[in-house]
């Protein structure tokens, strides 16, 4: 199958490189030319600009920083809206807002392309490992195609709705529990250390219970250790995940009391010069400090 | 091992009746007697007072309602002080607060019985069994004595560290942990449940990713469909430890703003009239009646 | 003076009437022209447009119900910017974003304009009555012509700050205060009703203590006596410059947990279908809901 | 009238000195002795215990510094319960717990005492100038004997209600409604201040419109100077407060998010090495740190 794949950071690479190896004919491009070299190697075509990489493909994959750069390489000069042919199918992997996918939606559309989105939950080392998780909504017809492709990519692709916002939705909601997460680990190490009890230690007992997902093990550890650099998920990055969640959640008219409180968390971690070198789980240090149990570097 | 036991709630039971099963000589006492009968027939003796199940025992067992009762089966007339012998190991399991596990560290020390405070994650079926974690705290040489016991009881014993109270207070993080996933969950299936997506999907969608925990799976059940009875573990239980948190993070002066607003839903939830006969996971009907999306029924 | 006047609600009406009643030759426009009609038998002129109105006018005032209102009346299709001679006064009242009024700020700057952000605290008697408080800030140039006009408007003219958008967020600062007013007056009014004190009673004596304030007074009888229609400041416009707020502070890296409260009690109050037609002191039922002190109507 | 005081604090000192100059006959006791001497000057006779200078007396006044105290006055070894004779009247004006006015209220009730809560909005210049407001509840045929005497001792006598404890929580609520004052202002001088608004210029300005009250201007000055000391109502006692509250809530099952949030930023303060020689606006500090807006010193 022909594809187009605009954005290669950690997470695009790693996924252009498996659909490459998956044997398509994969046209990349990047903003920044450098980083489309190693798929250059990897068997990849190099595009000029997202039309280009769009011209004569099947499918589109985007996966870019926010919503901006998605409405920018969509539909901005040379964008892939100019090159793509009526009937292809563009899938948007980027964890953008709900409303920017709803506009997607309605121009694409119009304009006679098709849309999905696909959102994934997972780091690049588990995009390389073809172990991501995927949520993927969008009219059926449009999921026929997208679907056996994306099972290509991750070790479950989970069908949300019809309505391609949802697949956005669903990750927004995934990354604000795991922000709950992470300030529930900074309450509660800040509270053990007082009383006496390494955090360290309460992290390992308490993920030896019921708590034993991931996110406990992962998180508990950072948050025990006090050590947010270097970042796996910036700040910044989780930061805006968060408005776009209460954005969304705005919008359909329900109180987010949680992520209103993290919202506040991200803003006074920033104040205090916390910032896009850390980890997004940083935030807990503001529930450290309130205990009083802040480690002094 | 003689040992005593007090308190045949449905946890209780389970325990004592594993304790019989691994050959020690049990000598049990519950406030309303009927519920010793199942233990007599197991093998056990059933005593007339907390003092006599106590007395000539090596270890006592307590696993109570509540601080209070606590206090009157330990310290009351006819309790366990009055009849255990010098020298003799208390372990207490119930849930219970820092400050009265503290108060009984210091009399039991006075008076010269030992003292463990071991707290147990799991329910009823858990114990039964043997499947409990526990979290076990206390002087070296009275763990040295518990241990072995409580390891027949659970599948793992974590020892949190020389301060009987520190496992009840990892007990009620333990708890703290559990009320803000339900705060999540009810959050979480609220927005999606407004933007048209069936919660219990939603729940289906995340807890396949890393939020593979049984909390979310449980709760999540409970919450995507409202059904909150019959209770798991009730509501006035659940509220009950969240005071026990709040006053334990107090004493020691910790700000948790997550228990903070637990604190507030339980409130509220109870004003709705929620209340013994509900699963505490109710807390969550906040959430979704601010959603909008509380089932009528 | 030649004065433009753009915007004849019940506020943008009382301000211009006095502004005629001062003796200058008004020219009023209004999207619906028969709001304009009470001001032609006062003296003024009415315009076809913002660009007729403000066509050789030395100040145009603007009084406009959002962003959008304003940015359309500026800068739409015979917009003022289109009709304005320059080194004309544009003098903003309404209550909108510190981002937006950032916005005018630049673009007037650069076309050659004068502009001053005068925002006002009092409602249409207030107005008629020439008794608001007004916020005026913008260059020393530009409120050396504004402040002398200003003062014909109300009791007393705050000069706040050099640049205009400052004018603007003391407004939104002052709307932040009266909503925690109102939360307040909701809290404590479900508390002492449940402990069998009346509300309005409550409200009595705690206003003849050093509570004195009007705001005070007028949320808490509203607020004891649960009749929050009609609407003195309706809901949804709350609402707006609470989310207006909680930009603001968003943009300068501020957490307002206070605001953060309110944004979630107004998504609240609305999913129980409380709206336009309702004073936004109704987000107060949420609090009076939790107490179980809501009047059943 | 024989009127018997306990407890010379600085407001206690000035209201019994207020006694005194009315030409009662007022027995004091202080527990430490030294500051009864200028009760003794002014005229009264200085008795050795809360009993003695009950004896004989038609009313007795307490005014101490906690629930424990009045306590311990009024039930332990020579307290007042021991001396008072039958049918005479206390009048309690300290800020207690709901529930301690509950306790007392049946134990003399019981006894065959009369009770009155008189709790009192002002600082001890007030009381001395007997321009207190005072709030009083109570049965009526004690109302009857405390109102007379209450009118000499400030500009405005409330009567709350039957329950003495009604009293008790309209202080609290005032409390309350002062605490969440001290936030409000912290959060919008924090947001001011970062937007180039000299904070104490923002209070200037807002104080001249409607949130002319004294707790605005006075709490204003103080939070936008940083100038916590010296403590006009002294840290702990806010927070002693505040803790008073919530218990209150909690019983009548009202959940009060302000006060909850306002119980964090307590703890978070103390956390930050503030205490007893601060005002209790400090808690301000929290918001101004997290704007990034905390003076160094």
Same mark, same amino acid.
């Given at each position: 199958?022909?594809?187009?794949?605009?954005?290669?950071?950690?997470?695009?690479?790693?996924?252009?490189?498996?659909?490459?190896?998956?044997?398509?004919?994969?046209?990349?491009?990047?903003?920044?030319? %450098?980083?489309?070299?190693?798929?250059?190697? #990897?068997? +990849?075509? &190099?595009? #000029?600009?997202?039309?280009?990489?769009?011209?004569?493909?099947?499918?589109?994959?985007?996966?870019?920083?926010?919503? %901006?750069?998605?409405?920018?390489?969509?539909?901005?000069?040379?964008?892939?809206?100019?090159?793509?042919?009526?009937?292809?199918?563009? =899938?948007?992997? *980027?964890?953008?807002?709900?409303?920017?996918?709803?506009?997607?939606?309605?121009?694409?559309?119009? +304009?006679?392309?098709?849309?999905?989105?696909?959102?994934?939950?997972?780091?690049?080392?588990?995009?390389?490992?073809?172990?991501?998780?995927?949520?993927?909504?969008?009219?059926?017809?449009?999921?026929? =195609?997208?679907?056996?492709?994306?099972?290509?990519?991750?070790? *479950?692709?989970?069908?949300?709705?019809?309505?391609?916002?949802?697949?956005?939705?669903?990750?927004? =909601?995934?990354?604000?529990?795991?922000?709950?997460?992470?300030?529930?680990?900074?309450?509660?190490?800040?509270? %053990?250390?007082?009383?006496?009890?390494?955090?360290?230690?309460?992290?390992?007992?308490?993920?030896?219970?019921?708590?034993?997902?991931?996110?406990?093990?992962?998180?508990?550890?950072?948050?025990?250790?006090?050590?947010?650099?270097?970042?796996?998920?910036?700040?910044?990055?989780?930061?805006?995940?968060?408005?776009?969640?209460?954005?969304?959640?705005?919008?359909?008219?329900?109180?987010?009391? $949680?992520?209103?409180? &993290?919202?506040?968390?991200?803003?006074? &971690?920033?104040?205090?010069?916390?910032?896009?070198?850390?980890?997004?789980? #940083? &935030? #807990?240090?503001?529930? $450290?400090?309130?205990?009083?149990?802040?480690?002094?570097?």
């Amino acid at each position: 199958m022909q594809i187009g794949f605009i954005g290669l950071g950690s997470m695009g690479a790693a996924i252009a490189t498996n659909l490459v190896k998956s044997g398509h004919d994969v046209h990349v491009f990047n903003r920044s030319p %450098a980083r489309a070299e190693p798929l250059r190697k #990897a068997g +990849a075509t &190099v595009a #000029a600009s997202p039309a280009q990489a769009a011209h004569s493909a099947d499918v589109v994959f985007t996966m870019v920083a926010d919503d %901006a750069a998605l409405a920018s390489v969509t539909f901005g000069e040379a964008g892939i809206a100019a090159g793509l042919k009526p009937g292809a199918l563009h =899938i948007s992997m *980027s964890t953008i807002g709900v409303a920017t996918a709803q506009d997607l939606t309605a121009r694409h559309r119009e +304009a006679g392309f098709g849309f999905v989105s696909a959102t994934v939950f997972g780091r690049p080392d588990a995009a390389a490992a073809r172990k991501l998780f995927i949520m993927a909504a969008g009219a059926d017809e449009h999921l026929k =195609i997208a679907v056996p492709l994306l099972e290509q990519l991750g070790q *479950s692709v989970g069908i949300v709705g019809a309505d391609p916002s949802q697949a956005n939705l669903v990750k927004l =909601i995934g990354n604000f529990m795991l922000s709950v997460i992470i300030e529930t680990l900074g309450e509660a190490c800040g509270v %053990a250390g007082k009383a006496g009890i390494d955090p360290m230690h309460l992290v390992e007992l308490l993920t030896s219970t019921s708590f034993n997902a991931p996110p406990y093990k992962i998180y508990g550890a950072l948050i025990a250790s006090q050590r947010f650099q270097p970042a796996g998920f910036s700040l910044p990055l989780g930061q805006k995940d968060n408005r776009l969640m209460l954005a969304a959640a705005d919008a359909l008219g329900v109180p987010l009391p $949680l992520a209103s409180l &993290v919202h506040d968390r991200f803003l006074a &971690v920033r104040s205090r010069g916390i910032g896009a070198e850390h980890d997004w789980s #940083a &935030v #807990a240090l503001c529930a $450290l400090a309130e205990a009083g149990m802040e480690k002094q570097v």
